[in-house]
């Protein structure tokens, strides 16, 4: 593996000085003038649709795709590329469905929608369990990933660069807001997609081209539809069991969402949806491939492969030339940071909003801003602590994401869906089968962790493919959400007026408590004809491309 050189560490330097100058310019910009909590959580509501677009991508690429997807495609193929070409199709649904309801609520948060279209129990639910999914999945896999390329790419030990990542971020954290996390991340994506094509190209020259990939690799790498009974990506999983957790991630989830909610208004919101679309198309090409091609340069023993999760860092020391390759690990550990940097946003803004100023409404700004710092402290602790439990589950870092995500995300995709589409469902249905998805979810997870010392139906039920288990875990929350809702009263229509498609003509209701928060409607509202013409040809293309991408990779 070559070494890092004394001009790519002057590239990385560069690079990372231009990152915190974009990061400190967002920053005195936002301070310009009157600063408000809409501005600090939500970049003052006013980013583009490219801005939304790329920061969705970049956000999302952060850390379990730059380590995690090549290290799937080194150790099992192109199967795991099935998650990032559905995000494509759900990322239209969050543009097309969703967004249009969030905007015109005016909320901040996730858990304030669900408290607004269910109850306070309802969104007491989501903060606890999206701060506490946090460390489980992206805070602790960010930082582990963040150790990987520091070990993999500059010889430091795994915990001294995670503690590097985790100190950074911290302090970039403490003094930016979302805007500041908005505009790094569409430098970063623009590295980041550069780098990850360079990568790609040198990779399959040095190999000797593709038809010499799939040869090496075996023509079962190139398959992304695995028969029923495959032990990780069987197709029934795939197919029903993956969108239920992208519907979590992409539509529900505050990391997420909270881009779309900084948007000027609902068309900007829609067609950033659709940006990010077509770039989630590239990891299968950029990030999976690259780790077929890593695992076929070292069966040719061209490479030193010790571990999948190593392979695109791996990939960047040994073919990168010199200064190309300090710009790309630049940009691989600014995204990290800045993956981070917005879990670390998205926590605090639901720490603050749904947590502690619900239960202190008068606490002044100053205070709550200490209360955010020591919540992210406790948070990269607890993240730091949850590593080596993690690499007990799975044997990939982004398997290991997946299937945490399936044990939390049916009972709340289930309550989002149905509560959009169906007016009649109401709070007691929604906490039942909360209630219910969490129970059931902990106890597979529990089940997993304990697997090698259980017999009988607890191993079989540790033992199921953990897209199945969303699958069922689904079912069993949409009867639960629909039984229960049937056996007691209808929700108020007053209550739940602009909230569901049967009402959404009908004014916006008022916030249900009396917070300061931004629960007022703000930005442009109205959309425009023409765009919405041309967003539905675009998103129409995203279709067909996906659909033809699947097709292409079927044995």
Not at 45 to 62: E, T
Not at 183 to 199: C, S, W
Not at 337 to 366: Q, W
Request: proline content about 4%; glycine content about 10%; some cysteine.
């Amino acid at each position: 593996m070559n070494a890092i050189t004394t001009v790519d560490w002057i590239v990385v330097a560069g690079y990372f000085a231009a990152v915190f100058g974009i990061a400190f310019w967002a920053i005195r910009r936002e301070r310009s003038g009157d600063e408000s909590s809409a501005d600090y959580f939500l970049a003052g509501r006013n980013a583009g649709w490219f801005v939304v677009g790329a920061s969705l991508f970049a956000s999302n690429i952060g850390s379990e795709h730059l380590v995690g997807l090549a290290g799937a495609g080194a150790s099992g193929g192109l199967a795991l590329g099935q998650f990032e070409l559905q995000a494509s199709l759900i990322l239209l649904l969050l543009g097309w469905v969703f967004v249009p309801f969030y905007i015109r609520s005016g909320v901040f948060t996730m858990p304030e929608f669900l408290e607004r279209r269910y109850s306070p129990a309802a969104r007491w639910y989501l903060s606890s369990v999206s701060v506490v999914g946090y460390v489980l999945t992206k805070i602790s896999v960010t930082i582990y990933a963040g150790g990987v390329v520091f070990e993999s790419l500059m010889g430091l030990n795994f915990w001294t660069g995670a503690l590097i990542v985790v100190i950074v971020t911290g302090i970039y954290t403490v003094l930016g807001g979302l805007r500041a996390v908005l505009y790094t991340d569409v430098m970063q994506a623009v590295v980041l997609i550069a780098g990850a094509v360079l990568v790609t190209i040198i990779g399959l020259v040095r190999l000797g081209g593709w038809d010499v990939m799939v040869e090496t690799a075996g023509p079962g790498f190139f398959n992304m539809w695995k028969p029923i009974s495959h032990p990780d990506f069987p197709w029934t999983g795939i197919a029903f069991g993956a969108p239920i957790i992208a519907i979590w991630y992409w539509c529900t989830d505050q990391f997420i969402v909270q881009r779309t909610l900084s948007a000027r208004g609902i068309d900007d919101a829609r067609r950033g949806t659709i940006f990010a679309g077509f770039l989630k198309q590239l990891p299968l090409f950029i990030f999976v491939i690259p780790g077929v091609i890593a695992y076929c340069l070292a069966q040719q023993n061209q490479i030193n492969l010790e571990s999948a999760d190593q392979a695109l860092p791996t990939l960047v020391a040994a073919l990168l030339p010199v200064g190309v390759k300090g710009l790309v690990v630049a940009g691989l550990i600014a995204a990290l940071m800045s993956s981070l940097s917005s879990v670390f946003n998205s926590c605090s803004t639901l720490i603050t909003f749904d947590i502690y100023k619900k239960l202190r409404p008068s606490t002044s700004d100053a205070r709550l801003v200490v209360v955010g710092q020591i919540s992210t402290i406790v948070l990269v602790l607890l993240g730091i602590l949850w590593i080596p439990i993690m690499q007990n589950i799975s044997g990939t870092l982004y398997q290991y994401l997946q299937s945490v995500q399936a044990y939390i995300s049916p009972p709340i995709a289930a309550v989002f869906l149905l509560g959009l589409f169906w007016k009649r469902i109401n709070a007691a249905g929604a906490i039942a089968a909360l209630v219910t998805g969490f129970v059931l979810g902990m106890g597979r997870l529990v089940a997993e962790l304990n697997k090698g010392s259980l017999d009988g139906f607890l191993y079989t039920f540790a033992d199921i493919n953990f897209m199945h288990v969303a699958i069922f875990l689904f079912a069993i929350c949409v009867v639960v959400l629909v039984v229960v809702s049937l056996l007691t009263a209808a929700p108020d229509p007053a209550r739940i007026a602009g909230l569901t498609f049967g009402s959404r003509e009908a004014a916006i209701p008022a916030p249900s408590d009396d917070t300061e928060g931004p629960t007022a409607i703000v930005g442009h509202l109205d959309t425009d004809p023409s765009k919405r013409r041309v967003d539905v040809v675009l998103s129409w293309i995203i279709v067909v491309i996906v659909a033809l991408v699947m097709i292409w990779f079927t044995g």
